[in-house]
């Protein structure tokens, strides 16, 4: 059954860990996980001035909204200036979100940013259109980006994959009390500070100034 927009916007973040967790995952395992899809997906040099770290749901309407129209400004303005260091971090609020960020992590680090702004612009089309089959929309676009059939089959049953992204949920909303998409949190010289909701580039340059002050 496809998910509308409505119920989406109902959702709960601590519901939703429990909705995306799909039976028969396992307990996450102990000690870091290892290989590429676990790496942190950023963008921009360690070094600057502020981080940047988003809270997304590929589910998420708000965070569509804010990918399409206010991050590629980010990225040239304030990434790619060196002036931030952007951190990309799963929030998903629904299975469907889960199994998009457990294929967006089956990419090569280098495609996820890419991709992940495809999802967004087309969320539309493989989220909400009814009737849609969202596995099968979301193949054709993983295969767009390069990765085959059987990686793609096995992102979505890499049962350490989902828990890895469930508990990296789990510890935004106890370390930043992230409770809505997209929020962002800010590391400055006066610490952390979580602003959440889209906005335009101009709200979001202003957050970041403030965080260098």
Not at 68 to 82: A, C, N, Q, S
Not at 125 to 138: H, I, K, S
Request: hydrophobic share 50%; net charge positive; with cysteine.
């Amino acid at each position: 059954m496809p998910i509308s927009r409505r119920s989406l916007l109902a959702f709960t973040p601590a519901a939703a860990v429990a909705a995306a967790a799909r039976p028969g995952f396992a307990a996450a395992p102990a000690g870091p996980a290892s290989g590429p899809e676990f790496a942190p997906r950023t963008l921009g040099k360690p070094g600057a001035k502020v981080k940047v770290i988003e809270y997304f749901s590929l589910t998420c309407p708000h965070c569509a909204d804010f990918s399409m129209h206010t991050f590629p400004e980010v990225k040239k303005k304030l990434i790619d200036t060196g002036i931030v260091f952007y951190v990309f971090r799963d929030f998903p609020l629904d299975k469907i979100a889960l199994e998009a960020a457990e294929v967006a992590r089956a990419l090569p680090a280098s495609e996820y940013e890419p991709f992940v702004s495809a999802l967004f612009a087309s969320q539309d089309r493989w989220a909400f259109a009814p009737g849609v089959n969202y596995t099968e929309e979301l193949w054709k676009l993983a295969a767009l980006a390069g990765l085959g059939r059987a990686a793609f089959d096995a992102a979505l049953k890499d049962k350490a994959l989902g828990q890895f992204i469930l508990a990296e949920q789990r510890k935004a909303m106890t370390k930043y009390k992230v409770d809505a998409t997209p929020s962002f949190i800010l590391v400055g010289p006066k610490g952390p500070h979580k602003v959440a909701g889209e906005m335009s580039f101009t709200a979001f340059d202003g957050l970041v100034n403030q965080a260098m002050a």
